[in-house]
């Protein structure tokens, strides 16, 4: 499976932004997904995860915020960000695995290369 995100950028604080993530190769839609990111210095973060039944959940310091969704005939996932806060800033990765139909992923066996935001107050 490989993985390609897009839709980073820098963007004022109160600003949205809308990350895609295009899978290729052997995709499935009973693959568990998820975002994560990295800030500088500091260490990855689940920021939030969709199971195979379309179930979400969300980090705390995002929930409200953000909406994680997917469409499987596009092979895409989809993370909204809205209401950003220059704490948003980091490298995004999206992020795939094998789970039981309508579990969340444990872990990940596919990366893509992570896109930046960045978020000015």
Known sequence: VQLVESGGGSV????SL???CAASGSTSSRYCMGWLRQAPGKEREGVARI?????TTYANSVKGRFTI??????????????SL?????????C??????FGFYCDGYSYWGQGTQVAVSS
């Open 95 to 100: 992020a795939a695995g094998a789970a039981a």
């Open 12 to 15: 004022q604080a109160g600003g």
């Open 69 to 82: 969704s997917k469409d499987n005939a596009k092979n895409t996932l989809y993370l909204q960000m809205d």
């Open 51 to 55: 199971a195979s039944d379309g179930s």
């Open 85 to 93: 806060k220059p704490e948003d800033t980091a490298m995004y990765y």
């Open 18 to 20: 809308r990350l895609s």
